[in-house]
C-alpha cells in the first residue's frame, strides 16, 4: 500500500490495520508492540503491562517543559471490534488504500488517532519539540468489551501511572460534520451516555414441541424483548446538547424543539443519529438465545440488552426496563459503565478550538454527547476531566458515524494529515 511519497501517519496506520485486533478472539499484544518499536525508535521508553496473556496495554510518558504543571494523559485502544469479510468491499483487515482513504476494521475506531498520535510523537523527535506538560500515554485492551482486561485493570493494579493526571483526550470527539457549505461543525465529546448490558432470562416448563405449552420461556421473554426494544424513553435535554442544539438553529434555520425531534432530525444529516440518541436513553435488544432442539420447548431462554442511559438517569432506565419485561424475568446487569460529563470550558477547550481554528478557518467547535461509550467511563471517576477529540476534516458526503462498528470503515488520508497538524499544535502549546 506505502510507498515513499505516502504520510508517514499512512504508513502507521496500514500497518496497524492489517494486525487483527479483534475482540473478542485475537490478542492486542501484537499492535502494542508494533507502536512500541515506532515510539522507542523515537526515544520514548514503553512499558507493556498485562494481566491476562496477551491482552496488552501499552503505557509511556513524555516529558514536558514545565513539570510542576499536572499531566495530561492520552488514551486509546488498541482492540477493534471483529468484522466479517463477506460484507465488506475490501477485506477488513487489508489496510487497503483506495478511493484516497485507508480501509478496514479500527481506521475511525480508533487506530487512527494512535496512529494520529504516534505520528506527532516521532516528528517531534526528529524536530526537538517538546510538550509544555508531561504527556501520559496509553494504549489500552478490551475497550470494546468493557476495558476489564485494560483500563479498569490498569486503574486497580497500576494507579501510580494516572496519578498527576487532570485531564485527558481520547477517541470519538474532534471531527467534522458538514451540514452545508458554509456550515462545518467539529464535534468535541464532553459527556457520554452511561453502559448497561443486562442479561434477561426466562424460565418456564419444558417439553415437546408438538404439545401445547401455555408456560413457554421463550414466548415470555420474546414479547418482554418486544416492549423494550419498542420503547421510546422520554426526552432530557443536558446543557451541552441544547448548546449544541442553540448553535445549530442559526445553520438550520428553525427552532429545534427537543420535544418535536422527529420534525427536524431529517434536517442533519449524519448528524441526525448522533442528536437523536443523546436526548433520551436507549434500550436495544443485542442477543436472543434459548433452546438447543427444533422439537424440544426449552425451560429456559436468555437476551441481552444494551441500555445506555444519561448522565443522572440511570435509575429511570433500570425501572423502565424492569417494568418493561414485566413479572418472571430476570433482568441482570453484566456489564456497568458510568456516564461521564464536564464542561466546555477551561485552557484544554480554548486549545482545542484554537487549534482547529488554525487549520480550518472555517471550524466551528461545539461541544457534544457521546451516545456510546470510551475508556473515559474509567478515568472519569478518578477526577480526570475527559474529552473527545480524535480531530479530522471529512468529505461532507462520508456519513462518518455510520462507520463506527459499520462496514467499510474507512478514513481519508488527508483527515488523518489534517489530524496530525492540529494535534501537533493542541499538545505543543496546552
Known sequence: ?????EPEVATILHHLLRIDTSNPGRPERPAAEYVAALLEEAGITCRLLEGTPGRTN?????????????????HGHLDVVPAIASE???????GELRDGCLWGRGAVDMKDMIAMVVTVLRQWARTGVQPERDLVIAFMADEELGSITGARWLVAEHPEVFADCTEAIGEVGGF????????????????????????????????????????????????AVSRIGSQVFPTHVLPEVALLLRQLEPVVGCELDPERSADWLPRLGGLARIIGASLRNTANPTRFDAGYQHNVVPSS?????DGRFLPGHEDELMASVRELAGEGIDVEVFVHGVAVETGFDGALVEGMSAALLAED???????????????????????IRCFGFCPLRLPPD????????GIDERVPVSSLEFGVRTLHRLLSTC
Open 361 to 383: 478557518p472555517a471550524a466551528i467547535p461545539v461541544p457534544y454527547l457521546l451516545t456510546g461509550g470510551t475508556d473515559a467511563k474509567v478515568f472519569g471517576p478518578m477526577g
Open 176 to 223: 467534522s460534520i458538514s451540514l452545508d457549505e458554509q456550515a462545518r461543525l467539529y464535534l468535541v465529546q464532553v459527556a457520554e451516555k452511561g453502559l448497561a448490558w443486562m442479561r434477561l432470562q426466562a424460565t418456564g416448563n419444558p417439553g415437546h414441541g408438538a404439545m401445547i405449552h401455555p408456560d413457554n420461556a421463550v414466548t415470555r421473554l420474546a414479547a
Open 58 to 74: 501499552l503505557i509511556a510518558r513524555v516529558p514536558g517543559r514545565d513539570p510542576s504543571r499536572p499531566a495530561l494523559l492520552i
Open 88 to 94: 465488506w468491499t475490501v477485506d477488513p483487515f487489508s
Open 1 to 5: 500500500m506505502t510507498s515513499a511519497e
Open 301 to 305: 431462554a436468555q437476551a441481552v440488552i
Open 398 to 405: 462520508l456519513d462518518f458515524s455510520a462507520l463506527f462498528h
